[in-house]
């Protein structure tokens, strides 16, 4: 899901000058990029969906966390394609989706074609191999991370930023979990990869406007086969989603498999807390060893 390099719009242009001078420091800025869809200019009688009619209520850009008991605003109607780790390239794009926008060996990392073939899936995940990292994953048209550093925009519109921050070098935006809705059902997903088409549209991921334009009916998000098959998508469909903090997130298929998953991580670390605790000896307790 690379995309290839695009000029920016003028609007574009102004928006990270602005930035720029809100940072008091000037930092070169990764380029517009437009993702080669796999979808792009298939002519098929899927699902039709009404893309110009679509419209939802404006949210306010944040700058900041939402208030305790405020959640991420969510974005209705978005048009959702899927897309899969591992997906060949084809004639509409010569990319393949071996690498992410955050990880060059993304395939590697998380153990091979992830199949989406129904028929050779099997709990969400294909059989020949369990994923080395979570199989319920999604994109959206933002890359946080520049040639060096971040964009210069991240720190003000990425809400979380200050809170995740880690270096210049580790995206804030890898790994995040958003809810999925469609109809009455919700699935849970982490984002890891920038797209479809776009690597910089903020205004849409943070902020209040609509998914531009595209050749896949302007698709403002990707899904992986799992998170299609917990919801019942169709190849081209229309979702909502919203931000969610990990302490909002229940449990369910997509907290049991990742070494990137949040739910894995912390389950092991209590686990090796625990086992330390029983390697320090005494009996059960001794509040010498609790």
């Not at 081209?236 to 909002?248: I, L, N």
Request: aromatic share 10%; charged share 25%; with cysteine.
């Amino acid at each position: 899901m690379k995309p290839g390099k695009t000029t920016h719009t003028f609007a574009a242009l102004l928006s990270s000058v602005s930035s720029l001078f809100a940072h008091g420091a000037v930092t070169k800025a990764e380029p517009t990029k437009v993702k080669l869809s796999k979808k792009s200019e298939k002519k098929s009688d899927e699902s039709r969906v009404g893309v110009d009619s679509l419209t939802f209520a404006p949210v306010r850009l944040r700058s900041a966390p939402p208030s305790p008991g405020e959640p991420y605003p969510w974005r209705c109607q978005i048009v959702t394609t899927i897309f899969w780790i591992g997906e060949k390239p084809s004639e509409n794009n010569p990319v393949p989706n071996l690498s992410s926008s955050w990880d060059k060996e993304w395939s590697k990392s998380y153990g091979g074609l992830d199949d989406p073939n129904p028929a050779r899936r099997q709990d969400y995940t294909p059989v020949k191999f369990t994923p080395r990292q979570n199989p319920f994953y999604c994109a959206l048209p933002y890359n946080d991370k520049a040639a060096t550093g971040h964009r210069p925009e991240a720190s003000h519109v990425i809400p979380w930023f200050k809170d995740a921050y880690q270096g210049p070098a580790v995206s804030v935006c890898k790994d995040r979990w958003i809810a999925i809705r469609k109809g009455n059902k919700v699935v849970y997903a982490q984002w890891e990869d920038a797209g479809p088409f776009r690597t910089d549209h903020w205004q849409y991921v943070f902020g209040n406007e609509r998914p531009k334009p595209n050749l896949n009916k302007g698709a403002g998000l990707d899904v992986s086969p799992a998170v299609r098959d917990y919801l019942g998508l169709n190849e081209t469909d229309v979702t909502d989603w919203q931000f969610v903090d990990f302490k909002d997130v229940p449990r369910g298929p997509w907290s049991k498999l990742g070494e990137n998953n949040t739910f894995v991580i912390n389950d092991r670390n209590e686990q090796r807390a625990v086992a330390r605790a029983k390697a320090g000896g005494g009996a059960p307790g001794d509040s010498a060893t609790e």
